[in-house]
């Protein structure tokens, strides 16, 4: 054991050296099949004996090894029982011994296992944790409270539901009491220790880690234990929220230090007490509005502060959706004090905000867009004042006008030496002018009706866009955003106004400018009227579209350094955007946009570094690819063919989802050619097991897979590869996850092989198909199974039938195909929704009337039922499915890409109309299906619509024949 703990901890100092780094991990993994290699990572992890970053590598290894090797996705454990045990007995206490940044580590791995097993299956961790706390020991109890926040978080986003609660009310039953009563401890300490600043920070970050569990254990309901309590409580927390004490000061402006964390955590939880408590916790909220008054007037503009302003203005936002509270700021004086004291220093550019503007762009653009700057004090006091609005929208927009108009006037005395006061103007503009909540994609939607969003853009803000020079780019910024703000509600004829003020930014020699600019154009080019068309026609953009997109590839790769490349995901969203806009536009200019995709490419696979960015790049290839490769897919082919190979080569593992679908994409985009010899060479190593392995790869390629079997059915034949590839099937088809990736390759098969190298093949798969509904069947895998027999039962063209899909059931077991057909065929095709599974079914049921020997002799009444299932496929909607095991796909919005799955809405694949022939009117090609079938067998179905049809099902069907 020791010499492979050795062995491993080499392997992790070596994953730490970027030149190593690869064969080491790789190393790693398959070290890690061994049993017991998790317990080797957690001595490793608290053995002093290793350099600190090798335990941390290994802390590290180890949270990713939980999370990809704890359990199934049906919860069944994948290690040994005996090594699950005894990580659970060993974690805690380990992670209560280790430093800090190794304990957050594991105590992500904590979180994981907790995710799968609390509280049932580890319903011994809450008597663990308070076992472990000591009154007057922080350092033990911080790792203890680490582990209890890391674990009860988790309840803060999750809707209400009995086994929620039941778990709450385990950890409340046995942690409550303890913990107020170490608050209660944790505040003797901190008085015994107010001049021992050692002890005394120790005791402040306790501190906030149980402000975090007051409000994890808050979150869903007030603990009837809190609720006892709740004056004791409240003293403390306006104790600590006016606390002060020197030796917790931070000598750094810039840095929050414990002090800060701990009075903005005490804020958090008031605001959730203000919302959802408030007929408990009434008596106790006047001193706090009044701490947070006098905190926010008396407070210094220093950047350390901005998360305690912040969550001060977000708990006065609470407070201001009360009418009983509400009312207090009412009168237009009170509304001015608000805005001169608390607003305007708050809304103000300070020096930090320049510095980042200069230093930082990319942080400055990050955390100036929606969404971003949560904890900005920008951000919390605009809240502050729309919340206000929303009460009093007359008072406060006459307020706020004044200082907009007073600031305007300051600019235009010396607009060199005072162009902060735009800046505020703008600002304060803008904020008042917003209502709602402004959404990603349309930005502001709704506004307020005292103001005039055009009005102000032309007579203050359009001549900055104008101007040349002389003025600080920090305004030209406040116009393009003010435009990327109210982009929905700016009108059609000033866009195509501005926007080639907006395309002549992109030429800025400043950083935040020219990728504003880009924002606001990708933003212009993606915005409908009501009538659905874009505000900015294709017409206009495709003159300027060639040196744009030359322009912003110049501007991406200026630095040409992996990361610096990757840095600007805002600009390689606006190529994206010009792409699919300008769409088949861009052939002209084919082998320079070739040129620079695959340049970036390259330089971005050797590190990737920013998921956004290159989630947008391949977005762009995508589009690139969708609308080039029709008039020159052999140019496209070859020449992305080899920097494609060698991101597989080199095992990108974050490229490869993306690289398989665009493979599949250029494949898509030549559907009649043949398969070139280098993509020939593709299949050997993606028909190996281990690449199926990576649950990010499957879905792409499962569709790569598909379109080389499409293009090379000879060469796959040739090489005897059909075998393997029906392997994958059969795993695919062994999880919940894969079964419909499995079906999907399968009909890929199907449709692309001839049936005569496909027969010996068809009893086997049937068998894994049944054997699989029958053990674990989910609605999403009979759906499937339903669809497939349709599939199959349709395609006479290629020699399959009704009659051969029952000769194949009948040899897995004999009879076997009736009870298949009546407890899932007929009653479940109902449910199909696809227009083109339905029209599939009602082929497949046609033919089989029409055609089928064995409905004709052998299931007299089948033929029955099967007419009455294709009336109601074709007069009745689809019943609905249930969704319990539906698998969700990935939402690309939320943009936590690991090395999943993500789609490319770019090239996602066609659906094509699997039966043109039938035309537009599916009642009129079944009738006109069966009279022909019927003159061929002599009369045979008339005659069967007579003896085996009840009167209703006779009439619907005579009209679909006569009409």
Avoid at 215 to 235: I, M, T, W
Avoid at 951 to 958: F, I, N
Wanted: net charge negative.
């Amino acid at each position: 054991m020791a010499d492979g703990q050795g062995a491993v901890a080499q392997l992790l100092e070596a994953s730490l050296d970027p030149r190593q780094n690869k064969q080491a991990e790789l190393a790693l993994r398959q070290e890690e099949v061994k049993p017991g290699f998790s317990l080797q990572l957690l001595q490793i992890t608290a053995s002093t004996s290793y350099p600190y970053n090798t335990r941390l590598a290994s802390a590290l290894f180890f949270k990713n090894f939980i999370r990809r090797n704890w359990t199934d996705e049906d919860g069944n454990y994948k290690l040994q029982l005996e090594e699950v045990a005894t990580i659970k007995s060993e974690l805690i206490s380990l992670m209560i011994s280790v430093p800090a940044g190794i304990q957050s580590q594991l105590g992500e791995a904590v979180s994981t296992i907790a995710a799968s097993d609390f509280w049932e299956r580890w319903d011994t961790l809450v008597d663990d944790l308070v076992s472990r706390l000591q009154p007057s020991n922080p350092t033990v109890n911080i790792g203890v409270l680490q582990v209890a926040h890391s674990i009860f978080k988790r309840w803060r986003p999750l809707f209400r539901s009995d086994a929620l609660y039941t778990e709450i009310n385990h950890v409340l039953e046995r942690f409550g009491t303890p913990f107020l009563g170490l608050l209660e401890g944790l505040d003797a300490f901190l008085e015994e220790n107010k001049a021992n600043k050692e002890n005394l920070m120790q005791g402040f970050v306790q501190l906030n880690l149980m402000m975090k569990l007051l409000y994890d254990l808050s979150c869903q309901d007030l603990p009837p234990v809190f609720e006892d309590n709740l004056s004791g409580v409240a003293s403390l927390l306006l104790k600590y929220l006016t606390y002060d004490n020197q030796l917790l000061h931070t000598d750094d402006e810039s840095e929050s230090g414990q002090l800060e964390y701990v009075r903005a955590g005490i804020f958090e939880v008031l605001a959730l007490y203000a919302q959802k408590y408030m007929d408990v916790f009434q008596p106790h909220i006047g001193q706090f509005v009044e701490s947070s008054w006098t905190l926010l007037t008396t407070i210094g503009p220093e950047t350390k502060y901005d998360i305690l302003v912040s969550r001060a203005l977000q708990f006065l936002t609470s407070i201001a959706s009360m009418p009983e509270h509400a009312s207090a700021f009412e009168s237009e004086a009170v509304l001015s004090q608000v805005v001169e004291k608390v607003i305007l220093p708050n809304v103000s550019l300070r020096e930090s905000d320049e510095e980042l503007f200069e230093d930082e762009p990319i942080e400055f653009i990050r955390r100036d867009l929606e969404g971003s700057d949560s904890d900005t004090r920008r951000r919390a006091a605009t809240d502050f004042l729309r919340r206000l609005a929303e009460k009093f929208e007359a008072s406060v927009t006459k307020v706020v006008l004044q200082y907009t108009e007073h600031y305007l006037t300051e600019y235009a005395k010396n607009p060199g030496a005072n162009w902060k006061s735009k800046d505020t103007a703008t600002y304060l503009f803008s904020a008042i002018a917003a209502k709602g909540v402004a959404t990603a994609s349309h930005g502001v939607t709704m506004i307020n009706p005292l103001v005039s969003i055009p009005d102000f853009f032309q007579k203050y803000l359009v001549a900055d866009l104008v101007a040349q020079d002389g003025l600080h780019p920090i305004l030209k910024v406040d116009a393009i955003k003010y435009l990327y703000t109210f982009r929905s509600i700016i009108t059609k004829e000033l866009w195509q106004q501005v926007l080639p003020l907006l395309v002549q930014h992109l030429a800025s020699t400043k950083f935040v400018v020219y990728t504003y600019a880009g924002i606001a154009v990708e933003r212009a080019l993606f915005i409908t009227d009501e009538q659905g068309q874009p505000v900015i026609p294709t017409s206009t953009i495709l003159p300027l579209a060639k040196d744009l997109l030359e322009h912003i590839f110049q501007l991406i790769q200026r630095d040409p350094e992996p990361q610096k490349v990757q840095e600007n995901e805002f600009l390689m969203r606006c190529v994206m955007r010009v792409l699919i806009v300008i769409k088949e536009g861009v052939v002209p200019y084919t082998d320079s946009v070739l040129h620079h995709l695959i340049n970036i490419t390259k330089i971005s696979s050797a590190n990737p570094s920013n998921p956004r960015f290159y989630y947008f790049h391949f977005e762009a290839v995508g589009a690139f690819i969708r609308y080039a490769a029709p008039a020159n897919p052999d140019k496209l082919e070859q020449a992305l063919y080899a920097p494609f190979a060698e991101i597989l080569q080199a095992d990108v593992q974050e490229f490869m989802p993306y690289i398989f679908q665009l493979f599949a994409a250029l494949l898509e985009a030549n559907p009649s050619g043949t398969l070139p010899p280098y993509y020939q060479n593709l299949i050997a190593p993606i028909i190996m097991p281990v690449m199926w392995e990576s649950k990010g790869n499957v879905p792409a390629l499962v569709r790569l897979l598909s379109s080389i079997i499409h293009r090379g059915s000879e060469y796959i034949m040739q090489n005897n590869q059909i075998e393997p590839i029906l392997g994958i099937f059969q795993k695919l088809l062994s999880t919940k996850t894969n079964e419909s990736y499995g079906f999907d390759l399968l009909e890929s098969v199907v449709t692309s092989f001839p049936r005569t190298a496909l027969e010996q093949y068809f009893i086997s798969i049937m068998q894994i198909i049944l054997t699989r509904l029958q053990n674990s069947r989910t609605e999403t895998l009979t759906l499937r199974f339903v669809r497939f027999y349709h599939f199959v039962s349709a395609r006479n063209d290629k020699g399959y039938s009704a009659d051969f899909v029952i000769q194949v059931t009948d040899k897995v077991q004999e009879g076997l195909f009736t009870p298949i057909y009546l407890n899932f065929i007929l009653p479940e095709t109902q449910k199909l929704a696809r227009p083109f599974d339905r029209k599939t079914a009602v082929v497949s049921f046609t033919k089989t009337l029409a055609n089928s020997e064995a409905f004709a002799n052998r299931y007299k009444k089948g033929w029955g039922f099967t007419c009455e299932a294709l009336l109601k496929v074709l007069e009745l909607p689809p019943v609905p499915t249930s969704k319990d095991d539906i698998i969700a796909e990935h939402d690309v919005e939320d943009m936590a890409f690991g090395v999943g799955f993500t789609a490319l809405n770019t090239i996602r694949p066609q659906t094509k109309d699997p039966w043109p022939e039938t035309g537009a009117d599916l009642k009129v090609w079944v009738g006109r299906y069966l009279k022909e079938a019927d003159k061929t067998h002599g009369g045979r179905i008339s005659g069967f619509v007579q003896e085996r049809l009840g009167a209703e099902a006779r009439t619907v069907l005579s009209s679909y024949i006569t009409a």
